[in-house]
């Protein structure tokens, strides 16, 4: 409207040019909406024209539009000689030269006190605007704002029409289509699938695990699912194809134009995908959620109506629900028996009794002795072959591995007195999968308890860390409840999650295991003991026990020794055992009474430890360890190790020593004279070069030995 209206005015009028400015909302400017000019230099010069409403902004706030939006009255016709704002202007845009006299009307849209916009006229002839073209101009402006009036109140209109059809055609809270708009598209699809001669499905949809996020969390938190599946739905779908929300947790999908129900199921299978995938809560908590669906075909027979389709994928939906525990795929189609999955070969053997609970010992690292067992799932074929976890665990569903716990549960309770009367006196740990904690699992567990001969303080019930579970607030509350039986509670594998490490002062645990990852590895990447001494540290703040698993080799017992790691698991001590061979083996416990470091990888670890005591004792108070002292390497424990070890003296390694201990004594002296210098870079320099040196040292003498270890 704007432009057009600039484009007669130059047209009819003999003017050289014409724009409409218009108020950015918010700040003092106008901005240039449209313009015209009989040259195309003087119609760029006039867009880039920024007009003030402030008249202190010389020369912008000046101009003839600025006055005639503030002074609300047309102005002009003005030259530049009567305007020195104009002339200014002139000056910074050689194209506005040509400009000899100006006018300007203010645009009033109905009822309105402030001016819309401001109509601004340029020629280049100072008798340009006679009083009849004056005249002319100013009606044009009162019709410019009759004309915007009747816009914006057929705006208005269309903007509460859409807003009455969003109302009456969508849900409130997820914006889909409401049970209206399904009823109509069905209709339209319903035709369309039978004049194409293709295949329509309607999906009652219902979702699995809302009422728990509701009970846990509240109804805020339910909404904010269902808004996020709102948005995630029509993505999984293609676009041709309709979502639905009827209420509650019940949608209805329309998939339509399919040749064959192969077509189907790939969407299907893109949909359970999509609702699976993790969803993050305003206040944190990640949950998960499922779904079942029941699935109707369209066409199946005659005088099918909309409404029939819709009860009878209903009744889909039910069986699908009704079968959860076993059914193949959350979907079921009306008509057709429920495809129950196949059992696979882990699960036979589980069925047919095929489980073995072999044991794996924890050695108590300071008092040198074997403490406890963690009791380890086994599953031995026909043929004798023995299935570890890694092998059978992803052939299992979701019930069986409580049935699993149970079995292995059950059966450390008849073992341990077993060992008990032999006179080992030993704790279990059993691992308990997330999933399958719940108030049965609970009620479970206390009556196993209740009918055996262990007293529940020697069971550790192991909960994995890097699952969801942990990040629900229910989680916390079961736990609890499981601290009620008397039991002890571990978190496995530490370190593997760091969400929920950040929850470990929330959860009410008594000891924490490494994740192994970080252990198995420690001969090719030493420097993640950091991270063991950084739990080491964790757990004894926390005042909880920790156990160090994947302790696999002499080097890596020696290395987590050293480091002080109070609890050890691993080949380094035990493979797993069936309960004959650990008894053989508790016999015969081999001796762990040894000096350390006994090598390489456990003098790096000291190292690591000696230079963390030395910075700390350093910083708390220089003045505590004298100069002469620090300065002289054979007077560190680490002097002595390497010449156990068999470390030259002079050697390479020696010298790295005795420039570490010169570094640290000059750092030591520098924090005496300038308490404020907290520059520590040559030091870490001199302990880097030495750190390198003995694992470079380490590694080159497992290549020697024939072992040979890479340092990625």
Known sequence: MYQRLVEVVVEQTEAIGAYIAVPEAGSEWLRVAAASADTPDLRQAME?????????????????????????????????????????????????????????????????????????????????????????????AVTLGLALTQWRHHRELIEKDAEIQQMAFYDDLTALPNRRFLEIQMEQDMARAERHNRLLAVCMLDLDGFKPVNDTYGHEAGDEVLVALGKRLPEALR??????????????????????????????????????????????????????????????GDGETADQLLRWSDQALYESKAHKADREHPWVLFGEEVRKAQRTPA???????????????????????????????????????????????????????????KKVFAQALADLPILDAQGWSLWVSVNVDPRSVSESCITCLREMITLGAVDPSRITLEILEGSDFLEQQAALEHLLEMKTLGVRLALDDVGSAYASLLRLKDLPIDEIKLDQAFVRTLEKRPQDLHFVGATQDLASGMGVNLVVEGVETDDIFDAVTVMGAPLLQGYAIAKPLPLAELQEFLQHTPSHHRRHPTGLLGLYAAQLAN??????????????VDYMTLVDATTCPIHDDMRRLGVDDGGPLDRLHQEYHRAIAVMDALLISSPANDDWSAAERAEKALEQAIIEAFWKSKAEDGNPLSSG
Request: aromatic share 8%.
């Open 48 to 140: 880039q024209l920024t007009p003030s409403k402030d008249p202190a902004h010389f020369p912008y706030g000046n101009m003839v539009p600025s006055l005639a939006f503030r002074e609300k009255t047309p102005q002009g016709p003005v030259s530049p000689g009567q305007s020195p704002a104009m002339t200014a202007v002139q000056r910074q845009q050689a194209p506005l030269s040509r400009i000899r006299s100006v006018m300007a009307y203010p645009v009033f849209l109905c009822e309105e006190r402030e001016p819309t916009a401001v109509l601004v006229i340029e020629s280049d002839s100072s008798r340009h605007f006679t009083q009849s073209l004056q005249r002319l101009l100013g009606q044009l």
């Open 239 to 300: 676009k041709s194809d309709f979502v639905a929300r009827l209420g509650g947790d019940e949608f209805v999908l329309l998939v339509e134009d399919l040749a064959d129900l192969g077509d189907l199921t790939q969407t299907l299978k893109k949909v359970e995908d999509t609702i699976a995938a993790p969803i993050r809560l305003s206040n944190g908590e990640t949950i998960r959620i499922g779904a079942s669906m029941g699935i109707f075909l369209y066409p199946f």
């Open 347 to 405: 699960q036979h053997l589980l069925d047919a009794g095929a489980l073995e609970v072999w044991y794996q010992p924890i050695l108590d690292n300071r008092a040198r002795k074997v403490v406890g067992v963690e009791a380890l799932a086994r599953l031995r074929d026909a043929e004798g072959k023995i299935w570890p976890p890694a092998e059978f665990l992803p052939q299992l569903r979701d019930a069986d591995f409580f049935d699993l716990s």
């Open 611 to 624: 230079h963390s005591a030395l910075k700390k004792a350093i910083r708390q108070n220089p003045r505590l």
